[in-house]
């Protein structure tokens, strides 16, 4: 302002000329920057050319490496011989699978090997196959399908037998003689007998399971001298947190949750199994969809508990298919992909981008989406780690690439129309194991870099949509809110119909992910307590146990809503905050009473500097468009204030450029008026009035902005303690 001053009252010629040199310059950035700079706002200059030329990495481009069939194939092919030959090593003598060519993964082989009936049939018809590229996911219509017996898995944990190199049909009673003669020959009465007792044995495998799994500490926490800070008793998982009082005292606070059931650090991976996924593996057979999915901070064990289940139940799986439901037309089918930055990716076709549709009657299918017949487990073994590695390798190759990705492998059951092979076979049953992306990342939203956050975003609204979606199916709600994110809208068709939920918390012991653990525990906390399903009295006794150890508030404190029974449906006007900003508050005492409601103090930004008038009164500039706080909901929340704070870089842009405009002319104004017998200082201080206005203006709304900033911080560290 001063510079703008002097340079008026150097009056004259020579500074009328540099006066308009000056006034030309003024759009151009280095002219901005200076004039900023002169009037003490030149932090502003870059931050107004940053948000009008916002330089945002353009999400990651994957192309379509296979190339369809003949590239695609050429590949595969070679993959699958070797997969071919692993399947022939894997599985010799005496097993009916030997004689089965395993499925080839690259299309050209898959084709040639296409499997269109006649022979053996069924599951000893050879296996290997994939589907034409659209998976329907709601081609599993059931209602051609008789009514199955289910075989006895529950009479025994002998389902899981090591079964390389050992013959599917090799006598061992795995399935012992009583079920197999309920299957084969039994009089009718004595059928409709078994199957009644079958779906009574279906039915009591609980909708909603909820498992914690602690892993060992690490190498590096150890190094670090990290505390293991979980205790783990049968159901109950206790972590000591470490805080600090007020005059900087330690002091341990413990929280204490209740779940299905707790598996400690020495807990093996078949342990895992036995305990998540095959009580479930019968029922598929059932028209059961399943789902089972690891939730967990990046580090906390997902991949590794994730991995080795879908093999373990493909492996039971088959052993079904070749025992109880010997001949009858069943076939099993593998596909795997992943949900990145929200676009679907299909791991076992080279990464292939994948499109999702919904068809007339709202059903869902993944179009391009590869699915393999297999009939051995050495092929779903290739195919899993074929897929684990396009996985990890896929973008940067980093393992921060895995975290930002939910990985979806699916065991889909199928039966032949009528032992028909020549027609496609109609799906049954399905078991979905689902690797999420680490829960942390939900809070990468104040990342400076723009696709982070909008990853984050993305990664917190699925998480937020699965445990809604779940809770819903667990309440039995009529509206399943799965249009809440990608992943939903994938797994939809495992949200209706007579499904199952399996949720594996993982968990790091380590004193260093505290507050990523109770996160952790706390969302899987309330995708169990906080359900209708469950028996009440446990979710009181729940919900009352992790708060009783956790924090000083008197229990008569805790609002009603927090055991969420008058819930009906939560998605989305019902929103996240109403369960767990009551819950938050009951972990934090003296929290203030805006949390309590979960909506986001209002953020007043209507200011006087809204509309600033020039000197003669007319209104020109300055209409900062309205950010009116929204009063959105839950997940909407996030993206309301990325919007706000959209709204208010381009405001302050605005304003930036309007001032520029006003001086470029207000300059004019003065170049006019140099002629001798003005008075120029007239000009001059207006201009100077003019220039103090603007840059007040500025400031606040650099204030605002800050403000914001804030209160962002703020919803992501309520986000994060929330725990979804
Ligand atoms: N129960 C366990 N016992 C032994 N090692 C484990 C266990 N759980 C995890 N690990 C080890 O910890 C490391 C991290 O595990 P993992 O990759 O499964 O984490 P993650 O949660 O999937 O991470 P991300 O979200 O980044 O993919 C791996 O080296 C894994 O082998």
Redesign the pocket.
């Known amino acids: 302002m001063n510079g703008v001053g002097r340079q008026g009252q150097r009056s004259g010629a020579a500074g009328v000329h540099h006066q308009r040199q000056y006034s030309d310059n003024f759009l151009e950035s280095s002219s901005n920057g200076r004039w900023l700079q002169s009037t003490g706002l030149q932090h502003l200059y870059s931050s107004s050319s940053s948000s009008t030329n916002p330089s945002l990495p353009p999400l990651q481009d994957y192309g379509f490496y296979g190339g369809g069939g003949g590239g695609g194939g050429g590949g595969g092919g070679g993959q699958g011989s070797r997969m071919y030959r692993n399947a022939q090593r894997g599985f010799n003598g005496g097993n009916e699978f030997l004689l089965e060519p395993s499925t080839p993964p690259g299309p050209g082989n898959s084709r040639s090997r296409k499997n269109n009936g006649g022979g053996g049939g069924g599951e000893d018809s050879p296996g290997g196959d994939f589907s034409p590229g659209l998976l329907d996911l709601h081609s599993f219509d059931t209602e051609l399908l008789p009514e199955m017996p289910v075989s006895g898995l529950y009479d025994g944990a002998s389902l899981y037998r090591p079964v390389r190199g050992r013959s599917f049909d090799d006598s061992e009673p795995y399935i012992n003689n009583k079920q197999t003669g309920r299957t084969r020959g039994l009089p009718e009465n004595n059928l409709l007998k078994s199957f009644a007792a079958d779906k009574e044995k279906s039915s009591s495998v609980a909708k909603i399971k909820v498992v914690v799994?602690?892993?060992?500490l690490?190498k590096k926490e150890l190094a670090k001298n990290e505390e293991d800070i979980i205790d783990t008793h049968s159901n109950s998982v206790t972590v000591h947190e470490t805080k600090l009082k007020v005059d900087l005292t330690e002091y341990v606070e413990k929280h204490e949750f209740f779940f299905d059931a707790v598996l400690n650090?020495e807990?093996s991976?078949d342990e895992?199994y036995r305990e998540t996924v095959e009580p479930i593996v019968p029922i598929i057979f059932q028209r059961t969809k399943a789902t089972c999915f690891?939730y967990?901070?990046?580090?906390?064990?997902?991949?590794?508990?994730?991995?080795p289940l879908p093999l373990k139940a493909s492996r039971d799986i088959l052993r079904l298919m070749h025992h109880t439901y010997r001949n009858q037309g069943f076939q099993l089918f593998v596909s795997f992909f992943e949900i990145y930055g929200g676009k679907l990716f299909d791991l076992l076709n080279d990464r292939k981008k994948l499109c999702m549709r919904e068809d007339g009657k709202q059903q869902v299918c993944i179009v391009g989406l590869q699915e393999y017949r297999v009939s051995d487990v050495e092929t779903i073994k290739e195919l899993i780690e074929k897929g684990s590695a396009t996985r990890?390798t896929g973008t940067t190759g980093a393992?921060?690439e895995?975290?930002?990705s939910h990985a979806i492998l699916q065991l889909a059951i199928k039966r032949s129309v009528e032992g028909n092979e020549s027609k496609p076979p109609r799906g049954v049953g399905k078991l979905s194991f689902i690797?999420?992306?680490?829960?942390e990342?939900g809070a990468d939203t104040t990342d400076n870099d723009k696709q982070t956050r909008m990853e984050g975003a993305e990664i917190n609204k699925s998480l937020l949509a699965l445990k809604e979606c779940i809770r819903a199916l667990d309440n039995d709600q009529g509206h399943i809110p799965f249009r809440g994110s990608k992943l939903t809208e994938v797994l939809r068709d495992s949200f209706v119909g007579d499904s199952r939920t399996v949720m594996i918390s993982?968990i790091?012991p380590s004193s260093g992910s505290c507050e990523h653990t109770l996160n952790t525990l706390r969302y899987a906390d309330r995708v169990k307590s906080l359900s209708k399903g469950n028996n009440p009295k446990k979710d009181i006794l729940s919900s009352t146990f992790n708060l009783k150890e956790s924090t000083t508030v008197p229990l008569s404190s805790v609002p009603a809503s927090n055991f969420e029974d008058d819930v009906i449906d939560s998605w989305p006007e019902q929103t996240e905050r109403d369960d767990f900003d009551a819950t938050e508050e009951s972990y934090e005492q003296g929290k203030p009473l805006w949390k309590k409601n979960g909506k986001l103090e209002p953020f007043n930004l209507s200011t006087s500097e809204d509309k600033i008038r020039k000197p003669n009164g007319q209104t020109k500039w300055g209409d900062l468009p309205k950010v009116e706080p929204k009063k959105s909901h839950s997940d909407d929340d996030l993206s309301a204030l990325l919007q706000e704070e959209e709204d208010l870089v381009n405001a302050h842009r605005k304003q930036v450029e309007d001032t520029m405009n006003i001086v470029k002319e207000e300059m004019n104004l003065l170049v006019e008026a140099d002629q001798p017998g003005n008075q120029l200082d007239d000009y001059v201080s207006r201009l100077n009035t003019i220039l103090s206005q603007k840059a007040a203006g500025i400031m606040q709304l650099q204030n605002r902005l800050a403000h914001f900033q804030r209160r962002l911080k703020e919803h992501n560290v309520l986000v994060s303690a929330s725990g979804y």
């Open positions: 799994r602690k892993r060992p690490n650090e807990v991976n895992v690891a967990g901070q990046t580090g906390s064990g997902k991949t590794y508990t994730m991995k990890s393992n921060e895995s975290s930002r690797d999420l992306a680490g829960s990342r993982c790091s």
